[in-house]
């Protein structure tokens, strides 16, 4: 598939997917299997925790899915209830969470579940959330009311992916990351200032999430975690 139709797959729907919604209401079984993969990560966590709500968000939860996204299944915790030194809870969760999604692949209707722990108090920056517990809405997104500038993203994806091919080979002769770390936080930083300019139909929020399927941010991080590991080997 060429680049230009897998940039059209990020194209703004006018429905919430029919896969796991039934207008806007998440469908019972979906809903009850999500219940349940949340259920075996709490106790996989293996410490007491008083969950607040378990809530759905990212695409799937708005109308910007694509064959690529995950079902973004959050638990909603009180790091202070777990213990008063709330960073390491945060490092625990963080770890365990990691741990959980690299080794497992659990799927709803072959869409990719991905768990998170997330502080009650940390705001999301998604526009659509549901409780999977309540079985509500808890913030409805909007219809998107403009599309992105394909030919843009189409240049700009381009021009990235030969930038992360220029590294990657720059970094196997010269051993060294830190191109590799500069160029992760350019393609961070353009999508963050794109989302809080112009929300998530953002040229620089598709250019990312174009990137991030093709596999291409990927090979940054496994370059980096290569050199490290190499280096620090006898």
């Known amino acids: 598939m060429s680049i230009n139709s897998k940039i059209k797959q990020h194209l703004p729907h006018q429905e919430l997917s029919e896969k796991i919604w ?4 998440l469908k019972p079984a979906i809903r009850e299997q999500l219940l349940e993969i949340a259920d075996v990560f709490i106790e996989y966590l293996g410490i007491p925790i008083d969950v607040a709500d378990i809530t759905l968000t990212g695409s799937y ?71 999977i517990k309540d079985d509500k809405w808890l913030e ?20 990235f992916k030969r930038l992360i091919d220029m590294e990657i080979e720059e970094a196997k002769m010269n051993r060294n990351i830190k191109g590799l770390e500069k160029l992760i936080k350019k393609i961070r930083d353009m999508r963050s200032a794109g989302l809080e300019k112009s929300g998530e139909m953002a040229d620089e929020n598709i250019i990312y999430k174009v990137l991030r399927g093709e596999g ?13 590991d190499v280096d620090l080997s006898l």
Request: no cysteine.
């Open 22 to 25: 039934k207008e806007d209401k």
């Open 140 to 159: 409805k997104p909007n219809k998107f009311r403009k599309e992105f500038d394909k030919t843009n993203v189409s240049r700009k994806v381009k021009y």
């Open 61 to 131: 939860a708005n109308y910007n899915y694509t064959p690529y996204s995950d079902i973004d299944l959050h638990i909603i915790v009180d790091p202070k209830s777990i213990n008063n030194d709330v960073d390491l809870v945060e490092e625990f969760l963080k770890a365990k969470r990691q741990f959980w999604n690299d080794r497992h692949d659990i799927r709803v209707l072959n869409i990719e579940v991905e768990m998170y722990a997330q502080d009650i108090n940390e705001p999301h920056a998604s526009s659509g959330v549901y409780s």
């Open 216 to 228: 291409d941010i990927q090979k940054l991080y496994d370059m980096k975690d290569n050199i490290f």
